[in-house]
Structure formats: structure tokens, C-alpha cells
Nanobody
Framework: QVQLVESGGGLVQAGGSLRLSCAAS????????MGWFRQAPGKERELVAA????????NYANSVKGRFTISRDNAKNTVYLQMSSLKPEDTAVYYC?????????????????WGQGTQVTVSS
């Protein structure tokens, strides 16, 4: 069993930055592909970014490329999402997710664990 706890959300002005963190319990964190998803009101949950177990491979949604960076520290059982140049359309609840199998391009359909989510609100 893996528990994921997100933190770092909040209210920020357009153009600002936030860093989300996801702390994971469990000894096998380093073997999981990790991802950040988001869900805005009335919209489906979408993949924002994913990172391989080693951190060597990443995948980003087109809408965040060049603005967001996903990283992980396996020694701390933590995955991060650095968000810069934030836009009002980035407003959503952001969820951390873990997949035992699959890679950064297939994580959408292979999630084993979800965090509870953290709200990010970007004002214009």
C-alpha cells in the first residue's frame, strides 16, 4: 500500500510560480512511475506530467511544456511539480498518482494510487 500526500497548492497571480510536493509512504516508491494530474470544474481529469522511476524520462502535456517541471527525489520519497508562468487556465485541483507498471506515456490507464489533491488557483 502506498499513501500519497500533496502539498504546496494555493492562490497565486498570473505569471507567478508554485511548487507542489507529493510525499509517498512505502518502501517501493522508487520503483513507481509517478504523475501529476489536474481536474478543473466541469472538466475531466488530465495528465499534466509524468516521470519514470529513475527520473530519466519525463512526459508533459502540451499545455504546460516549457512552464512546468516534474522531478523526484527517491531518497526522500517525494515527487515535485515546479510550476512557473502560471495562467488562469491552470486553475484546478492537482493530484499526485503512482503506477506500479507502465511508463510515462501509459500512466493514464495504470494508476494504482491517488493522492487527495491540492487546490491551485491562478488569478488574472
Amino acid at each position: 500500500q502506498v499513501q500519497l500526500v500533496e502539498s504546496g497548492g494555493g492562490l497565486v497571480q498570473a505569471g507567478g510560480s508554485l511548487r507542489l510536493s507529493c510525499a509517498a509512504s512505502g518502501r517501493t516508491f522508487s520503483s513507481y512511475t509517478m504523475g501529476w494530474f489536474r481536474q478543473a470544474p466541469g472538466k475531466e481529469r488530465e495528465l499534466v506530467a509524468a516521470i519514470s522511476w529513475s527520473g530519466g524520462i519525463t512526459n508533459y502535456a502540451n499545455s504546460v511544456k516549457g512552464r512546468f517541471t516534474i522531478s523526484r527525489d527517491n531518497a526522500k520519497n517525494t515527487v515535485y511539480l515546479q510550476m512557473s508562468s502560471l495562467k488562469p487556465e491552470d486553475t484546478a485541483v492537482y493530484y499526485c498518482a503512482a503506477a506500479e507498471r507502465g511508463g510515462v506515456y501509459s500512466i493514464r490507464t495504470l494508476i494504482n494510487y491517488w493522492g487527495q489533491g491540492t487546490q491551485v488557483t491562478v488569478s488574472s
